[in-house]
C-alpha cells in the first residue's frame, strides 16, 4: 500500500508540474488511489467534511473579508502617510515605508495578497514619480508583502496549527523573529539600492515642522493603528481567541470604511463580501479535497516511508534540514501556502520530530519557504498579483523580484532553519513553548 500511495504521490507532481487546475490535481491522485488501492471515499468525505466545520477555520474567511474592507476603506493610505513622515525624506526611505506598511498590513489582515492590494495602487505610482523604477517599485512591495504571513496573525500559520495539532498561538509568534530580520535586511538593501537611482526627495524640514505633521498624521493614522492593537492585543491579552479577533476586526472596519475615512461605500461594500466569499469557496473546497488526499497518505502510512528513505540516505541533520527546506521550496513554488500546508505538513512532520525540530520552529521554517515560494515561478501566485495591481511586466519585475529572495530571503530562511531561536524566543518569553 505505500508503493501506491508513492505512485499517487508521484501523480501529483506530474500533474502539478503540467499546470493542471489544482482540484483537478488533487482529484486525480485520489482517484488513482480509489481506483487501485481500493479506498473508500464515502468514508474519507465524511471524515473531511467534519474537519472543516472547526470553528478553527472559522478566522480565515474573517481575516479575508477584514483584508477586504481594510484594502478598500482607505486604512492603508493613512498607515503610509503616519510611516512616511518618519523616513520619508532619506534617499530610499520611501521604499522602506513600503516594507513597514506591508508588515503593519499583515499585522491586521494575515494574507500576502491583502498587503499588495492595499500597498501597491498608492506606493508604486508614488515611487515612480519619485525616481524609481516601475520594475523595480512593484518587486520590492511584492516580495515585501510575504510578511503578510509572517507577522501575526497569519491565515498559514492557523492552518499549521489546526493540521498539526500545535498551539496557533505559539505559530504566530514564531514567524515574529523571522519577519523582523526580513524587515531589517529588506529595507538596508533597499537604502544601499536606492542610490543607484536619481531619486527625488523631499526637502528637509525642521524639527518643530516634523513633530507638528507626526502628530497631525498620528492623529489621522489612530483608527488604522487601532486595528492591529485590538487584534494582537485580544489574542495575547487571553481576551479573545483567534476567530474572534478576526470577527472583531471585519466588524471593526466597517464603521472605520465608512464613517471616518470614508472609503467604503455600499458599491465597493458588497463587491468586498462577494469576493471574499468567492475566495473562501474556493479556499476550503480545497482544503477538503486537501485534508482526504493527506489523511490517506497518513493511513498508507507514507510519512513512515519517508522518514525510513530519508534516514536510509542520510542520518545528518543539517544535510536533512537542507533536504527539507529544498523540498519546501519546490512545493511552494507549485502550489499556494495554503494547499502546500495541508499536503507536506502531515507528511514532513514525522521525520522533523525524528531529527529533534520543535514543531513550532518548524512553524517558522515551513512559512518562509512558502512565503518565498509565492513569488518564484512557475506558480508564483503573489508575484503574478503583484504584477497586476503593479501594471508592470513580466520581465519588469522579475529581476528585481529574484534579487530581493537571493538577497533577502533565503539568508533569512538559513538564520530560521538553523538558528532555532530566532523563532522560539518569543513563544519561550511568553511561555507558548519550554
Known amino acids: 500500500m505505500v508503493t501506491i500511495a508513492t505512485i499517487s504521490l508521484i501523480i501529483l507532481m506530474i500533474l502539478l508540474v503540467l499546470g493542471v487546475p489544482l482540484p483537478f490535481c488533487f482529484g486525480g491522485a485520489l482517484l488513482f488511489m480509489n481506483i487501485v488501492g481500493d479506498v473508500a471515499m464515502k468514508g474519507m ?148 539600492w536606492s542610490r543607484r537611482f536619481p531619486l527625488v526627495i523631499d526637502p528637509p524640514i525642521t524639527r518643530k515642522e516634523k513633530w507638528h505633521l507626526a502628530r497631525t498624521k498620528g492623529w489621522e493614522a489612530i483608527p488604522a493603528l487601532m486595528m492591529p492593537i485590538i487584534i494582537l492585543g485580544g489574542i495575547y491579552g487571553g481576551v479573545m481567541t ?44 480545497m482544503i477538503f479535497i486537501c485534508l482526504m488526499l493527506s489523511q490517506t497518505y497518513l493511513m498508507l502510512r507514507l510519512p513512515q516511508a519517508i522518514v525510513e528513505a530519508v534516514f536510509g540516505l542520510t542520518q545528518n541533520k543539517t544535510v536533512l534540514l537542507i533536504l527539507i527546506n529544498i523540498f519546501l521550496l519546490i512545493i511552494g513554488m507549485i502550489v499556494n501556502d495554503i494547499t502546500a500546508i495541508i499536503l507536506v505538513a502531515p507528511l514532513l512532520m514525522p521525520l522533523v520530530k525524528a531529527i529533534g525540530i520543535d514543531p513550532v520552529h518548524f512553524a517558522a521554517i515551513v512559512c518562509v519557504n512558502l512565503g518565498v515560494g509565492g513569488v518564484t515561478p512557475p506558480y508564483a501566485s503573489v508575484l503574478y498579483l503583484g504584477m497586476k495591481v503593479s501594471k508592470v511586466e513580466f520581465t519588469q519585475i522579475l529581476k528585481p523580484a529574484m534579487a530581493f529572495v537571493l538577497i533577502v530571503y533565503l539568508p533569512a530562511l538559513i538564520l530560521t532553519t538553523y538558528l532555532p531561536e530566532l523563532s522560539l524566543w518569543l513563544p519561550r518569553l511568553l511561555g507558548y513553548v519550554r
Do not use: H
Open 45 to 192: 468525505m465524511v471524515w473531511g467534511l467534519q474537519q472543516i466545520l472547526s470553528p478553527v477555520l472559522l478566522c480565515a474567511p474573517l481575516f479575508i473579508f477584514a483584508g477586504g474592507l481594510m484594502s478598500e476603506s482607505g486604512i492603508a493610505k493613512y498607515l503610509l502617510d503616519f510611516v512616511d513622515v518618519f523616513v520619508g525624506r532619506i534617499k530610499g526611505g520611501l521604499g522602506v515605508v513600503a516594507i513597514v506598511a506591508c508588515a503593519v498590513i499583515g499585522a491586521i489582515t494575515g494574507s500576502s495578497f491583502t498587503g499588495i492590494a492595499a500597498t501597491a495602487p498608492i506606493m508604486v505610482p508614488r515611487m515612480v514619480d519619485k525616481g524609481y523604477p516601475r520594475g523595480y517599485a512593484a518587486a520590492l512591495i511584492t516580495d515585501a508583502s510575504i510578511l503578510g504571513i509572517l507577522i501575526p496573525p497569519s491565515i498559514t500559520m492557523i492552518i499549521y496549527g489546526w493540521v498539526t495539532e500545535t498551539s496557533i498561538l505559539a505559530c504566530f509568534l514564531a514567524t515574529v523573529g523571522p519577519g523582523i530580520l526580513i524587515v531589517v535586511l529588506m529595507s538596508t538593501v533597499n537604502i544601499i
Open 242 to 285: 483567534p476567530t474572534e479577533a478576526a470577527g472583531i476586526a471585519a466588524v471593526y472596519a466597517i464603521p472605520v470604511g465608512f464613517f471616518i475615512y470614508k472609503g467604503l461605500t455600499v458599491k465597493n461594500f458588497l463587491t468586498v463580501a462577494k469576493d471574499a466569499a468567492v475566495s473562501v469557496g474556493a479556499i476550503l473546497f
